[in-house]
Protein backbone atom coordinates (compact mmCIF):
# COMPACT_ATOMS: atom_id res chain seq x y z
CA UNK A 1 0.00 0.00 0.00
CA UNK A 2 0.73 3.56 -0.92
CA UNK A 3 0.63 6.41 1.95
CA UNK A 4 0.00 9.57 -0.39
CA UNK A 5 0.49 13.08 1.01
CA UNK A 6 0.36 16.70 -0.31
CA UNK A 7 -0.67 20.31 0.72
CA UNK A 8 -3.15 22.93 -1.09
CA UNK A 9 -0.26 23.19 -3.36
CA UNK A 10 -0.17 20.10 -4.29
CA UNK A 11 -3.63 18.89 -4.27
CA UNK A 12 -4.21 18.84 -8.16
CA UNK A 13 -1.29 16.96 -8.76
CA UNK A 14 -1.93 14.58 -6.67
CA UNK A 15 -5.75 14.12 -8.09
CA UNK A 16 -3.73 12.71 -11.64
CA UNK A 17 -1.61 10.17 -9.76
CA UNK A 18 -4.22 8.89 -7.31
CA UNK A 19 -6.24 8.68 -10.92
CA UNK A 20 -2.87 6.74 -12.05
CA UNK A 21 -3.08 4.14 -9.00
CA UNK A 22 -6.82 3.93 -9.38
CA UNK A 23 -5.76 3.21 -13.24
CA UNK A 24 -3.37 0.62 -11.67
CA UNK A 25 -5.52 -0.84 -9.15
CA UNK A 26 -2.73 0.44 -7.02
CA UNK A 27 -3.47 0.34 -3.45
CA UNK A 28 -3.12 3.09 -1.21
CA UNK A 29 -4.15 5.37 1.79
CA UNK A 30 -4.44 9.09 1.18
CA UNK A 31 -3.68 11.12 3.94
CA UNK A 32 -5.14 14.50 2.71
CA UNK A 33 -5.21 17.29 1.84
CA UNK A 34 -8.54 17.17 0.15
CA UNK A 35 -8.66 20.44 -1.37
CA UNK A 36 -7.21 23.68 -2.44
CA UNK A 37 -7.37 25.08 1.18
CA UNK A 38 -4.52 26.50 2.66
CA UNK A 39 -3.03 24.53 4.92
CA UNK A 40 0.48 23.14 6.19
CA UNK A 41 2.59 20.78 4.77
CA UNK A 42 4.50 19.51 7.84
CA UNK A 43 1.28 17.59 9.15
CA UNK A 44 0.50 15.66 5.82
CA UNK A 45 4.50 14.78 5.45
CA UNK A 46 4.32 13.71 8.86
CA UNK A 47 1.61 11.08 8.71
CA UNK A 48 2.50 9.59 5.42
CA UNK A 49 6.04 9.19 6.97
CA UNK A 50 4.69 7.10 10.26
CA UNK A 51 2.67 5.27 7.98
CA UNK A 52 5.20 4.60 5.99
CA UNK A 53 8.32 4.20 9.00
CA UNK A 54 5.83 1.63 11.32
CA UNK A 55 5.16 -0.37 7.90
CA UNK A 56 1.49 0.46 7.42
CA UNK A 57 2.61 1.39 4.09
CA UNK A 58 5.07 0.27 2.13
CA UNK A 59 6.26 3.39 0.15
CA UNK A 60 4.87 7.15 0.10
CA UNK A 61 4.02 9.77 -2.14
CA UNK A 62 4.41 13.06 -1.16
CA UNK A 63 3.56 16.40 -2.96
CA UNK A 64 4.13 20.07 -2.15
CA UNK A 65 4.30 23.55 -4.65
CA UNK A 66 7.73 22.98 -5.02
CA UNK A 67 8.46 19.34 -2.90
CA UNK A 68 11.24 20.87 -0.99
CA UNK A 69 9.59 21.39 2.60
CA UNK A 70 7.26 18.39 2.45
CA UNK A 71 10.81 15.73 2.00
CA UNK A 72 12.15 18.25 4.47
CA UNK A 73 9.47 17.23 7.37
CA UNK A 74 9.23 13.74 6.04
CA UNK A 75 13.08 12.77 6.59
CA UNK A 76 12.31 14.01 10.30
CA UNK A 77 11.10 11.11 11.00
CA UNK A 78 13.30 7.80 11.84
CA UNK A 79 13.39 5.72 8.94
CA UNK A 80 12.45 7.76 6.26
CA UNK A 81 14.38 8.69 3.21
CA UNK A 82 12.38 10.66 1.11
CA UNK A 83 13.48 11.58 -2.34
CA UNK A 84 12.83 15.30 -4.31
CA UNK A 85 12.60 14.20 -7.95
CA UNK A 86 11.71 16.27 -10.87
CA UNK A 87 12.94 13.23 -13.65
CA UNK A 88 12.59 9.49 -13.82
CA UNK A 89 16.27 9.29 -13.75
CA UNK A 90 16.81 10.42 -10.57
CA UNK A 91 13.74 8.53 -9.21
CA UNK A 92 15.11 5.15 -10.58
CA UNK A 93 18.92 6.08 -8.95
CA UNK A 94 16.84 6.88 -5.47
CA UNK A 95 14.89 3.74 -5.41
CA UNK A 96 18.36 1.61 -6.97
CA UNK A 97 20.84 3.48 -4.64
CA UNK A 98 19.24 4.88 -1.45
CA UNK A 99 16.06 2.79 -0.91
CA UNK A 100 14.56 5.91 -0.97
CA UNK A 101 10.94 5.06 0.89
CA UNK A 102 9.14 8.18 0.03
CA UNK A 103 9.05 10.11 -3.69
CA UNK A 104 8.49 13.66 -3.27
CA UNK A 105 7.58 16.00 -6.23
CA UNK A 106 6.59 19.55 -6.88
CA UNK A 107 3.74 20.52 -8.37
CA UNK A 108 4.59 23.70 -9.42
CA UNK A 109 7.96 22.27 -11.23
CA UNK A 110 6.59 19.52 -13.24
CA UNK A 111 3.62 18.82 -14.63
CA UNK A 112 1.21 15.76 -14.54
CA UNK A 113 2.48 13.73 -17.23
CA UNK A 114 6.37 13.93 -16.35
CA UNK A 115 4.99 13.14 -12.70
CA UNK A 116 3.09 10.16 -13.39
CA UNK A 117 6.38 8.59 -15.18
CA UNK A 118 8.48 9.48 -12.47
CA UNK A 119 5.80 7.80 -10.17
CA UNK A 120 5.77 4.66 -11.93
CA UNK A 121 9.31 4.62 -12.24
CA UNK A 122 9.54 5.12 -8.53
CA UNK A 123 7.11 2.48 -7.54
CA UNK A 124 8.51 -0.44 -10.05
CA UNK A 125 12.48 0.11 -9.55
CA UNK A 126 13.35 -2.67 -6.63
CA UNK A 127 16.59 -1.65 -4.40
CA UNK A 128 19.68 -3.20 -5.91
CA UNK A 129 20.95 -4.14 -2.34
CA UNK A 130 24.31 -3.90 -3.52
CA UNK A 131 26.97 -4.15 -0.73
CA UNK A 132 28.11 -0.46 -1.73
CA UNK A 133 24.64 0.78 -1.16
CA UNK A 134 23.67 -1.02 1.81
CA UNK A 135 26.45 0.07 3.48
CA UNK A 136 25.35 3.81 3.03
CA UNK A 137 21.87 3.40 3.59
CA UNK A 138 23.15 1.89 7.00
CA UNK A 139 24.99 4.40 7.27
CA UNK A 140 22.36 6.83 6.65
CA UNK A 141 20.03 4.98 9.12
CA UNK A 142 22.72 5.56 11.94
Known amino acids: MIALGCDH ?3 PLMKEVIAYLDEQKIEY ?3 GTFSEEACDYPVFAKQVAHAVADGKCEKGILIC ?3 IGISIAANK ?3 IRAALCGDCFSAKA ?3 HNDANILAMGARVIGPGLAIEIVKTFLETPYSNAPRHANRVA ?3 D
Open 139 to 141: QIE
Open 94 to 96: TRE
Open 65 to 67: GTG
Open 29 to 31: QNF
Open 9 to 11: GGY
Open 77 to 79: VRG
